[in-house]
């Protein structure tokens, strides 16, 4: 190609059928040709009669042999550093490029596998694989010398802002253009001050999700595999290389253009980038989502049947939109945060920050002033607020209050303090929001300061320094090292550009009839943008109040600023999100076979009702947990805790009312005629299960028991003993005791038989089971089954199965035990025990997880003659088991069902909730069963409706996508293919409404 840079090109006029002849002539094949997009060439699909299929380009004349066989040597280096690419193959002369019409063709293998580029949401493992894919391109190109590569053209990054200035009048949008000229200037600017310094050899220049082929993993992703197209292959700066690739990353979320920074790691971990790359990467991202739009405008102008192009023009945009969302110094500081370097701009490098002395130890003052002197004359102790995820003062769900940040300061007020202090880089609980895609603004890059009503209150500089600005909302005060001090909420009352030093006053904060506030921030010179305080980069807020950033923005953030604590002779409580500290602390101490949630697990450190809250303020609809059935924080169950444990706390075999009450409690629960009399207390399901079993054996002087395949009953070595799931332990069936026997599992729509009505199929096995084990001198002792099949997502049993076999157990001597740990105490809606949906009654009932609602009680409720059996092997006892403690928990927890009317909502809340999904399952065929009833449900995904495979990859992965939207959902079943749904039974129908839409986005846009 020519030196001179091109501003757009009008594709070569060969058509589907000239391409017909240029394979026949050229290669010697016969084919058929469907033409495929470009900007400036022509590409066809060619394929012959056996289904072979290679691609034929036509280059525009522009182009240059010399160009073409550097790519050649491209290829060539690309293969032997082990990238997939599309190799040329030769025509019937054996030359690479062949001659038609004026134009020079090639024809490639073709890359099987899927287009990228029209894909919705990548996750991030597929933003990290871009990301290694452009960081294998450099390494592979390194060496790469060639006369073909040293060219000039619209797509080398150095001409982008060239190109720009000289293609934007084509876009016929006036507010566009300006946006894209203005953006484009900027980035340029920034670009200028380190691009002399920035690495240059040979680079693909166009690696983008348009010339990757993907191939779709086990988890239905598409992954990125083959390389194409190398037309614009040339010398250019290195980070270029990434910086391409990410720009075209932004149009599959545009609304989280941070995400990118998933691709800037990977890339990063194998071509480590120089400071000098790190502050040209988002300026040359700007730059080409820049030149993208008006180059896309442009080609329009001058090809105007290029549909190719048309289609792109909204693509381009969203990558204009979602790399210009964030100002380009913030997010230049979140490239360098996120690679570790420290400083600020320096010529082409970064130099450290001097933050001036008395910013790090006080005014250099021995004498203690309130506030560092900032409120003149203030009399009267100060008070730390604290608004934080964990804060003692905003319990029961006092943090969702409107005002909840005025209350705390009222309260402190009321109670003698002089001022009360919001501080910087805390998180705040109060500002989170719920059943929302996105985190909120939670951390404060200042320090909010408020004040009681009253008269008018002069304000003073704490520090020395000189006054940059002021106006009707404060004052900017420069320091020393590049640092300015904002004092927001004054009315200023001296001239800008004079000094000012520590004390003197420089306004006054008005008189009001209400609770008045202060701004300061610590700032950074390059966070001002230019602009006056208090605006930096972030929304204004009302005068007085601390500005607020969103979690991902904090790594600048909290660079760009610093806590003034010292400044204002207050402690200082700036946070960070610990998240990554504390999993690999944990890490060190657990053992491999502890499970854990997610592979990126945030710091859950608050709940309130179903909302878990990490430490950095982001809300969950949590539909897991279903421990905690009356909701987290339950103010009930917390007060039923403070006080009893204030009381008293000690074992059953003292005398106490707890004990006999709540037992009488849990009784009356009870169907009538249950025939069952008796409570005996324990700690957990396992050890509930356990003793059932115990008593189950003792009662019938038999050792056998019967449970079902698939079943999950606890840890313990009995109720493990009784667990055959496969996902909990893949030799679960080989390895059972021999006093243990596996039946088939009644599931209709995985088991042996299925259908609604095969109750009496699976009913008349275990009776041949039982028939076998007599037969073998193995008469049985008891039954174990859960009353709904909740370890395979909620699965209700066939209509008729559990009274067919429970008849059957009894009819051989054995006794039938009803395991509710997960399925009992209201969760089903329509009744208060999972047994009632089959209309029997078990002679042993086990209970646990929703009994305390977080604290660890479990039970077994059986007949006073089956639990008297136990003492032919001893007296039992369980140290907390039935403690005032637990009973008392216990006892709230009935109360709060009965007064907060859960079962009810557990239907009504249920019955939505499972329409949404039914109703999503007509969409997205994905959705196979939907399970359960009340707020157990399970969403079962497999990969066909009629052979019912397990979707289990991409189950995960749903999951993963949903964590990210704001819904806690994890998978279940020995398959791990059901999203398990058995939330706090206090669920809202809005929540309930968001998680199905958010279900519906994932299935739509990807995972």
């Not at 180059?295 to 693509?315: M, P």
């Not at 029961?396 to 007020?413: I, K, P, Q």
């Not at 106490?656 to 069952?676: C, V």
Request: net charge negative; glycine share 10%.
């Amino acid at each position: 190609m020519s030196d001179e840079v091109q501003g757009g090109l009008v594709r070569p006029a060969v058509t589907e059928a000239d391409a017909v002849v240029i394979a026949a002539e050229r290669y010697g094949i016969t084919v058929t040709a469907t033409e495929l997009g470009s900007n400036q060439d022509r590409n066809f699909l060619l394929e012959e009669a056996d289904g072979t299929r290679s691609v034929l380009r036509v280059d525009h004349p522009v182009f240059t042999d010399e160009e073409r066989d550097a790519q050649h040597a491209a290829l060539d280096a690309y293969r032997a550093a082990g990238v997939s690419v599309a190799g040329v193959i030769p025509g019937l002369d054996g030359e690479a490029t062949q001659r038609w019409g004026g134009f020079a063709v090639r024809r490639s293998e073709f890359a099987a596998g899927e287009p990228m580029v029209d894909l919705g949401y990548f996750a991030p493992v597929v933003l990290a694989e871009f990301g290694s894919l452009a960081a294998a391109s450099v390494l592979a190109l390194a060496q790469l010398r060639h006369p073909g590569l040293d060219r000039a053209h619209m797509w080398v990054m150095r001409a982008a802002l060239d190109e720009t200035i000289k293609l934007a009048p084509s876009i016929a949008d006036e507010e566009l253009r300006d946006r894209v000229l203005a953006a484009a200037l900027e980035a340029g600017e920034q670009l200028a001050l380190v691009s002399d310094a920035l690495p240059t050899q040979a680079i693909h220049g166009d690696l983008t999700d348009d010339n990757v082929m993907g191939v779709r993993g086990a988890d239905s992703r598409v992954h990125p595999a083959t390389v194409l197209d190398l037309g614009d292959l040339a010398y250019g700066w290195r980070v270029s290389e990434l910086a391409v690739t990410a720009s075209s990353m932004l149009h599959h979320e545009p609304e989280r253009p941070l995400r990118l920074l998933e691709t800037l790691d990977a890339f990063h971990a194998e071509v480590p980038l120089e400071a000098s790359e790190a502050r040209a990467l988002w300026p040359l991202i700007v730059l080409r989502a820049a030149v993208l739009v008006a180059s896309g405008w442009h080609q329009l102008a001058i090809d105007g049947d290029n549909e190719y192009a048309r289609e792109r023009i909204a693509g381009e945009q969203a990558i204009f939109d979602a790399a210009t969302s964030i100002p380009l110094v913030e997010a230049t500081e979140q490239v360098l945060a996120r690679i570790g370097f420290q400083g600020r701009p320096d010529g082409a490098g970064l130099a450290l920050a001097s933050l001036p002395a008395e910013l790090l130890g006080g005014r250099g003052s021995s004498d203690s002033v309130p506030l560092g002197g900032l409120i003149v004359g203030l009399d009267g102790p100060v008070q730390l607020l604290d608004p934080g995820v964990e804060s003692a003062d905003l319990a029961g769900g006092a943090w969702l209050a409107e005002d909840a940040e005025e209350r705390l300061a009222a309260a402190a007020l009321g109670s003698g303090a002089a001022a009360a202090v919001l501080p910087y880089g805390v998180y705040r609980l109060t500002r989170t929001a719920v059943d929302a895609p996105d985190g909120a603004e939670t951390w404060p890059i200042g320090t909010e300061v408020r004040l009681p009503a009253g008269d008018a209150l002069g304000i003073a500089a704490p520090v020395a320094g000189t006054v940059a600005v002021a106006n009707e909302r404060g004052a900017l005060i420069e320091l020393s090292g590049g640092w300015f001090l904002s004092i927001d909420g004054v009315v200023v009352d001296v001239a800008e550009g004079g000094a000012i030093a520590p004390g003197e006053a420089i306004g006054t904060l008005a008189a009001s009839d209400r609770q008045r506030s202060l701004a300061v921030t610590l700032c950074r010179s390059d966070a001002l943008l230019g602009h006056e305080p208090p605006i930096l980069a972030v929304d204004v807020p009302e005068p007085g109040r601390a500005q607020l950033v969103g979690p991902e923005r904090v790594p600048a953030w909290s660079r760009f600023t610093h806590d003034p604590a010292a400044l204002l002779d207050i402690a200082g409580r700036a946070e960070r999100d610990e998240a990554g500290d504390e999993q690999a602390r944990r890490e060190r101490i657990f053992a491999s076979a502890q499970e854990r949630y997610y592979e990126r697990p945030m710091q859950i450190e608050r709940g309130w009702k179903h909302h878990l809250v990490d430490t950095t303020g982001r809300s969950y609809i949590d539909m897991v947990n279903n421990v905690t059935g009356l909701g987290h924080g339950h103010p009930g169950v917390a007060d039923a805790v403070n006080r009893q444990i204030r009381i008293l706390n000690t074992n059953s075999r003292f005398l106490y009312r707890e004990l006999a009450e709540y037992s009488e409690r849990l009784l009356a629960l009870l169907p009538e005629n249950s025939g069952l009399d008796t409570v005996l207390l324990v700690n957990s399901g396992s050890e509930a299960v356990d003793l059932a079993l115990r008593l189950a054996q003792a009662a019938t002087g038999r050792k056998t028991i019967v449970s079902l395949r698939e079943a999950y009953h606890g840890w313990t070595m009995a109720s493990d003993a009784v667990t055959t799931s496969a996902y909990d332990n893949p030799y679960a069936i080989a390895t059972r005791p021999d006093w243990v026997h596996v039946a088939d599992v009644p599931n209709r729509f995985r088991g042996t038989y299925r259908g609604a009505d095969t109750g009496a199929a699976y009913a008349a096995d275990l009776g041949a089971d039982l028939e076998r084990l007599a037969a073998d001198g193995r008469e049985i002792a008891g039954f174990i089954c859960e009353s709904v099949l909740g370890n395979a997502g909620g699965v209700l049993l066939p209509e008729g199965y559990l009274a067919d076999a429970y008849a059957r157990v009894r009819a051989a001597g054995g006794l039938c035990i009803a395991d509710e740990v997960q399925v009992g105490f209201g969760r089903m809606g329509s009744s208060f025990w999972g047994f009632e949906q089959s209309g029997v009654l078990p002679d042993l009932i086990t209970i646990a997880k929703p009994m305390g609602n977080g604290f660890p009680i479990g039970g077994v409720i059986t007949s006073k003659k089956i639990a008297d059996a136990l003492a032919s092997q001893g007296q039992f006892f369980s140290s907390a088991g039935g403690n005032p403690l637990s009973c008392r928990v216990g006892l709230a927890v009935l109360d709060a069902m009965a007064e907060e009317g859960l079962q009810e909502n557990a239907r009504v809340v249920g019955e939505r909730l499972a329409a949404g999904f039914r109703s999503l399952a007509e969409k997205h065929a994905i959705i196979g069963p939907v399970h359960g009833e009340g707020l157990y449900l399970g969403v079962e995904l497999v990969r066909d409706r009629e052979t019912m495979e397990p979707a289990q990859a991409e189950a995960a992965a749903i999951c993963e996508r949903l964590k990210e939207l704001g819904v806690v959902v994890l998978t279940t079943s020995e398959r791990s293919n059901v999203l398990k749904v058995k939330p706090p039974l206090c669920l809202t129908a809005e929540s309930a409404d968001y998680v199905v839409a958010a279900l519906d986005l994932v299935l739509t846009e990807g995972w």
